[in-house]
């Protein structure tokens, strides 16, 4: 369902994604791995459109969406969290989802919201003010309801298992993986842990100074010589 033709993206002088191809089916849960300023983000910043392609081609259930932009985008079914959670200010929990469900899927539905707030353990925080009155867990939680307040057919999740402790990743993971198998939806997932991407994915890609270096099963890449010298080198200065 999502395609990437041998998408290249320069800022400037630098190439942040370089040629890389790339294909996901519907109902896979796929890791997406690389050093810090790999080029993860800008990737996805690619398939959602808020970054434009310098070269290559993007496509999502067979139709060229390079030129289509965000809103059109999130309609088609490609929803996102964010790699820094982006709570809208002075609105609640659940404001907050209704937007998300005005812009991703063009009108609100309050059972459907309900049942996210739920699945995702909000209920209880519904009311409260997202921006100021979230713990972290909290916060991240937020960021995926969102993103499937836009009722996705591809969720991208940017990070979302950063920063939280092992008992609370685990918890988050669990969340994930339940999350998976309830919407049917395919993920694509940034995270660094070698660990949790195995034990969460079939298949993971990983980038390496732009480059798509290995895509296979975790075992199958995580012992690749190519991967392992960009796992234990230093990535971009
Ligand atoms: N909007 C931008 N303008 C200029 N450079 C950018 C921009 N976004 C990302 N970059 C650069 O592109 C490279 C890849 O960044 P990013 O995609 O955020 O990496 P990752 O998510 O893998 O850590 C980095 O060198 C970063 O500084
Ligand atoms: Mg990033």
Redesign the pocket.
Known sequence: MLQLDNVT?R??G?T??KGVSLAMGDDQLVGLV????????????VISGL?RATTGRVLFDGADILRQPLHKRARLGLGRTF?IPQPMHELTVRENLVVAQRFGAGRVDHGKIDEILEFMDLAHAAERDAAHELALQELKRLEVAKALATEPKLLLL?EVLAGLETSGKRMFMEKLRKLHARYRIGILI?EHDIETISSLCHRVAV?DF?QLIADGTPEEVFNNPDVIRSYTGAG?A
């Open positions: 993206v800022f400037g630098l942040a994604v690389g050093p810090n300023g790999a080029g993860k983000t800008t990737l996805f910043n970054v790699q940017d940034i980038l732009g971009h």
